[in-house]
């Protein structure tokens, strides 16, 4: 499985795009600043379990509380552990049983 996921959010809704490395994680999200589709929110690292966000929402980010700060971190990281688990299952559905 690939270990970072950027994470968008498009019509209320949020996506990521797994990534094996971080270089194309951030180059992706690099990219994702300069066009209309999405907004883009930041990396998740499934190793460390942690999330960088993107430079725009990291100055928002700056200005919360600390509790607020703790709690958009764990909606977000939340978020995308459930959007990768979602992506596993789909994943396992996709192979054919009779193959085995």
């Given at each position: 499985?690939?270990?970072?996921?950027?994470?968008?959010?498009?019509?209320?809704?949020?996506?990521?795009?797994?990534?094996?490395?971080?270089?194309?994680?951030?180059?992706?999200?690099?990219?994702?600043?300069?066009?209309?589709?999405?907004?883009?929110?930041?990396?998740?690292?499934?190793?460390?379990?942690?999330?960088?966000?993107?430079?725009?929402?990291?100055?928002?980010?700056?200005?919360?509380?600390?509790?607020?700060?703790?709690?958009?971190?764990?909606?977000?990281?939340?978020?995308?552990?459930?959007?990768?688990r979602q992506d596993?299952?789909?994943?396992?559905?996709e192979i054919p049983?009779?193959?085995?």
């Amino acid at each position: 499985m690939k270990r970072f996921s950027v994470v968008y959010r498009l019509k209320e809704q949020y996506y990521h795009i797994p990534c094996f490395t971080y270089i194309k994680a951030t180059t992706l999200l690099r990219k994702a600043h300069s066009t209309p589709f999405g907004k883009p929110i930041g990396i998740y690292d499934a190793k460390t379990e942690l999330f960088k966000w993107g430079p725009l929402q990291q100055s928002l980010y700056n200005t919360l509380s600390l509790g607020e700060q703790g709690r958009q971190g764990s909606v977000i990281i939340d978020r995308v552990q459930l959007l990768r688990r979602q992506d596993e299952r789909l994943a396992e559905e996709e192979i054919p049983l009779d193959l085995y």
